[in-house]
Nanobody
């Protein structure tokens, strides 16, 4: 199982970034996918999740209306479009694959695999 996140970088406040997470080694279309983020000294925080089917999606309140999660099962890839970025969004962003209710995924239960993070830095 491999999850490879990419697309992080340095951006000014108000800017946009699009993260990608490429998956391999498991049946991607049967797994819910999620993004989490972490800053030094704090726990990993849920950002967004998307179910394996029927488009069920959930977002953290802090990113609703600014971030959008999507997936392309044909490419085994999940995306996170991040708009109107603020310095508070600065973090190491991780993608994750899991099964079970989406609520469980958002609470980091049912996570089968974690990818290595991609750093997002938003300057003021």
């Amino acid at each position: 199982v491999q999850l490879q996140a990419s697309g992080g970088g340095l951006v000014q406040a108000g800017g946009s970034l699009r993260l990608s997470c490429s998956a391999s080694g498991f049946p991607f279309g049967s797994y819910s996918m999620a993004w989490f983020r972490q800053v030094p000294g704090k726990g990993r925080e849920f950002v967004a999740a998307i179910r394996w089917s029927f488009g069920g999606i959930d977002y953290a309140d802090s990113v609703k209306g600014r971030f959008r999660i999507s997936r392309d099962n044909a490419k085994n890839t999940v995306y996170l479009q991040m708009d109107s970025l603020s310095p508070e969004d600065t973090a190491l962003y991780y993608c994750a694959a899991g099964q079970g209710p989406l609520r469980s995924i958002t609470q980091q239960m049912g996570i089968h695999s974690w990818g290595k993070g991609t750093q997002v830095t938003v300057s003021s």
